[in-house]
């Protein structure tokens, strides 16, 4: 682990490697601890697709248009494979789709959900020894001159596989001539697609963090809630938490380098469950938060995602109790109506989300509090609509991030019937955001004249702005005079001065 990646010095200048990724937080985490592993394979990371052999793509399927965007991205880049690049398709897309990318983008060569990561160096050696063997074949054989071959249809159990994850190489003697079809350029397929139930976490030692001074740390992967509209169950795998004794032991680490901030990551942190030491001493998730905020040297912990029914008061007593806990809470809602709630699976009623939002409120903190919503799940009415507006009112959130109802493979809600047309989803969405704006103009508003502590992000030089963010999780810009420099990573005190929809400007206390 380290704050800039390094690279093993010996093979740097044969492999490079670009990774582009799309979507969540855990997708951006995932990616810091799949460029650790490529790194610590002698791997080189570049900042072009052009510079790379290696060009891998870590995806998203939440929505639509996320898992459109990585296909658009594949398509501009096929291009590059008369270079010879190699292609691979990482993460919830790789998941979904499996072995039907090739189909779609026959030059990737690598598929791997995020269930597999662990498994990469293996796969990435695997690669590179089909890649020398279809090289060597290709100048050493009679066969040589002769079109490669791509083996879409039951090459897996023709070729040499583990449990997890499998490889072959077009043109190989063991391919029936009957399964052979040709292509363009010699193919080679390594997939790691078959770990949805594993109870194994993507643990290394490798990460490379791109912030030096705060970072993620995965507590529990996969998803057991199935929510009705939901692709990750089925593409992230099923739930398993790592030990709350090899969180600690990361969070140390970080601390000893310098981080400052950590950020608790997980699809639903709230179902953590430690399973090391003797069952009265494993410790809840409100119990491993508030051992992460005591690590000396520690001074900001965040966690994401929280589901409402998991939610428990303990969590609220542990940000009451430890000072390093950060006064905000991000707890997805989805709808305000308990009937379009049970629609989607979510397992809790409006009102029992909102006892949840009044433990908050009666923290000794004022506690920021940010959701998720969707509008325009199959059956939703006007009124169930209203419901949901009513309840942003109600809450009164920092921060809402609404999406339209966008149906997914695999998911229950596919095969729901009353679909809502489109034009009435983006007629929701614009509503719903406009509400959102005047609440959240009136809510920042309020901080007009507070002092906040910020952590500083950086500067625009260009506003002479020295960016920051509040433990609420605000963006709050500032001045400073010009015999202040406020270094990245540092805390300062500001006052906010004026105030935005999304965001609080400010001077430095000096
Ligand atoms: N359609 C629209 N939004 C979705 N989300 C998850 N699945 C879908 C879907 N099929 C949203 C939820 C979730 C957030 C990460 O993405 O609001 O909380
Ligand atoms: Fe998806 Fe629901 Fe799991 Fe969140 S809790 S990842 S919305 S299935």
């Given at each position: 682990m380290s704050g800039v990646p390094q690279s093993n010095p010996q093979a740097a200048a044969q492999k490079t490697f670009y990774l582009e990724t799309f979507g969540c937080q855990m997708n951006v985490h995932d990616s810091e601890k799949v460029v650790g592993t490529l790194l610590q394979e002698g791997y080189r990371q570049v900042e072009t697709v052009e510079a790379a052999d290696l060009v891998l793509y870590n995806t998203c399927s939440i929505r639509d248009k996320a898992e459109q965007k990585v296909f658009n991205r594949l398509s501009d880049y096929k291009k590059y494979t008369a270079q010879g690049k190699t292609f691979g398709v990482l993460g919830c897309v790789a998941q979904q789709e499996g072995e039907k990318i090739f189909e779609r983008a026959p030059y990737v060569s690598l598929v791997c959900g995020s269930a597999s990561y662990r498994k990469l160096p293996e796969m990435l050696r695997q690669l590179e020894n089909a890649q020398l063997e279809s090289a060597q074949s290709r100048n050493t054989t009679t066969e040589a001159a002769a079109p490669p071959f791509a083996v879409f249809e039951g090459w897996e159990s023709m070729l040499p596989t583990s449990r997890d994850s499998s490889v072959g190489t077009a043109g190989?003697?063991?391919?029936k001539p009957s399964s052979r079809k040709p292509i363009a350029d010699s193919l080679i397929r390594i997939t790691g697609l078959d770990d949805r139930e594993t109870d194994a976490c993507f643990e290394t030692e490798f990460t490379a963090r791109t912030n030096p001074h705060r970072g993620y740390i995965t507590i529990i992967e996969g998803c057991d809630k199935f929510c009705a509209y939901c692709v990750v169950p089925y593409t992230r795998g099923k739930e398993r938490s790592r030990t709350s004794q090899s969180v600690l032991a990361e969070a140390r680490q970080m601390a000893d380098l310098g981080y400052t901030e950590i950020q608790l990551l997980g699809q639903?942190?709230?179902?953590y469950k430690d399973s090391e030491g003797k069952p009265g001493l494993r410790k809840s998730f409100a119990e491993l938060l508030a051992a992460v905020g005591e690590v000396p040297g520690i001074r900001r912990v965040r966690f994401m995602t929280s589901h409402p029914r998991d939610f428990g008061r303990d969590i609220v007593e542990a940000i009451d109790a430890v000072p390093t806990l950060c006064d905000h809470v991000h707890l997805p809602v989805q709808s305000g109506s308990t009937r379009m709630l049970d629609a989607m699976q979510r397992l809790y009623t409006r009102e029992q989300y909102l006892e949840r939002i009044a433990w908050m409120k009666a923290a000794k903190r004022e506690i920021s509090i940010t959701t998720d919503v969707i509008v325009?799940?199959?059956?939703?009415?006007e009124s169930d609509f209203v419901e949901t507006l009513d309840l942003l009112e109600e809450v009164g959130y920092d921060a809402v991030f609404a999406f339209k109802y966008s149906p997914r493979p695999n998911t229950p809600s596919l095969k729901l019937e009353d679909a809502i047309p489109d034009e009435e989803k983006a007629h929701r969405l614009d509503l719903l955001m406009a509400k959102q704006r005047e609440i959240q103009i009136a809510r920042y508003k309020k901080y007009i004249g507070t002092r906040c502590e910020v952590m500083v992000e950086g500067k625009n030089e260009a506003r002479s702005q020295y960016m920051g963010r509040t433990s609420h999780n605000k963006t709050l810009n500032f001045t400073a005079p010009p015999t202040a420099t406020p270094k990245p990573g540092t805390y300062a005190p500001v006052v906010v001065t004026s105030s935005f929809p999304n965001s609080l400007l400010g001077e430095l206390v000096v």
């Open positions: 190989k003697s063991a391919v639903n942190v709230n179902s325009g799940f199959p059956g939703e009415t």
